[in-house]
């Protein structure tokens, strides 16, 4: 059975693959994005929810947004216009870390010990 999150991800993913043939896509002047919204939602609830996602993402660049108003809840989909660099975490013996750098000999002898496991699916 799909969870109600998988089923909203899919809408939002049929939203932004036809985000060309929509008729209604609308912009928002002051934060330079596009959004569409599906549900019954006021023009003046639109631009909060647009301006919240634009405060909240601002070193990204967001470009396209999905609003799915079901009710009393409004599920976000979000389209950046380049991809957003991030740093690869990691819990190695028991840190969170990005990289070995800081380790000591001690550490990374641990770590270059430890047994790796394969996953199965």
Partial sequence: ??????LMKDKHEDVFSNWTS?????YDFDSG????????MSEEE???????????????????VSLIAD???VDIGVRYSEDIPFDRIR???????GT???FNDAKRAEVEDRVKHNVRY
């Fill in 22 to 26: 929509i008729d209604n896509v609308k």
């Fill in 46 to 64: 639109c631009k909060h929810y647009i301006k919240q996602i634009a405060d909240k993402c601002k070193p990204a660049k967001i470009n396209r």
């Fill in 1 to 6: 059975m799909l969870s109600n999150t998988t």
């Fill in 100 to 102: 070995l750098d800081r």
């Fill in 71 to 73: 009710n009393e809840d």
């Fill in 91 to 97: 819990r190695i013996t028991g840190y969170l870390v």
């Fill in 33 to 40: 994005i596009e959004y569409h919204v599906i549900g019954d």
